[in-house]
Antibody, heavy 120, light 107 residues
Framework: QVQLQESGPGLVKPSQTLSLTCTVS??????????WNWIRQPAGKGLEWIGR???????SYNPSLKSRVTISVDTSKNQFSLRLSSVTAADTAVYYC????????????WGQGTTVTVSS | DIQMTQSPSSLSASVGDRVTITCRAS??????LSWCQQKPGKAPKLLIY???SLQSGVPSRFSGSGSGTDFTLTISSLQPEDFATYYCQQSYSTPRTFGQGTKVEIK
């Protein structure tokens, strides 16, 4: 079965760029009709959708973050990535990657999450 | 953006109780509504999709209903492992949005 695993630095300095990668195992990122998403959750708060990518490279971003977000895919490595620029303490959160079924949009597979702290 | 509002924000219940959580969308989302469960320190887990379809492997005590703007998640007989936070999420349009969560605690 498909599994997702986030990786990347746990500490990022203010004004720098946060970079995370999600590795897909147990299946090809290119097979099936799926979108690949990033979601985040500040400590003690709810879930915020950051954006998603299709394996064609087509992307959709949350307007609240759009000016700072880039999501890309590397099908040869079975990975997709998140870059969030000009980070502040407000970007401190657990970041999750998740797969959603393109026809219906529900997120059926989630990574375990990775904590990113923005601090000098 | 479509706003998702859950109620209540928290509830206390006993093992064996029937629990109902509601989710209201700010506009019609047809049946593009899913429910997930999150336990402390863990990733969310999909329970219900398309408003009423049970995800594979999820116990049948979980059920969902509704369409349009009003939706319900029901746990027919609460079990110890069900104490968690529950979120609804709309997949009708982007940006995807979630409810604020409902924390189910032990009474």
């Amino acid at each position: 079965q498909v599994q997702l695993q986030e990786s990347g630095p746990g500490l990022v300095k203010p004004s720098q760029t946060l970079s995370l990668t999600c590795t897909v195992s147990g299946g090809s990122i290119s097979s099936g009709n799926y979108y690949w998403n990033w979601i985040r959750q500040p400590a003690g708060k709810g879930l915020e959708w950051i954006g998603r990518i299709y394996t064609s490279g087509s992307t959709s971003y949350n307007p609240s973050l759009k000016s700072r977000v880039t999501i890309s895919v590397d099908t040869s490595k079975n990975q997709f990535s998140l870059r969030l620029s000009s980070v502040t303490a407000a970007d401190t959160a657990v970041y999750y990657c998740a797969r959603d079924v393109a026809a219906a949009g529900h997120m059926d597979v989630w990574g375990q999450g990775t904590t990113v702290t923005v601090s000098s | 953006d479509i706003q998702m509002t859950q109620s209540p924000s928290s509830l206390s219940a006993s093992v064996g109780d029937r629990v109902t959580i509601t989710c209201r969308a700010s506009q019609s989302i047809s049946s593009f509504l899913s429910w997930c469960q999150q336990k402390p320190g863990k990733a969310p887990k999909l329970l219900i999709y398309a408003a009423s379809s049970l995800q594979s492997g999820v116990p049948s005590r979980f059920s969902g209903s509704g369409s349009g703007t009003d939706f319900t998640l029901t746990i027919s007989s609460l079990q110890p492992e069900d104490f968690a936070t529950y979120y609804c999420q709309q997949s009708y349009s982007t940006p995807r949005t979630f409810g604020q969560g409902t924390k189910v605690e032990i009474k």
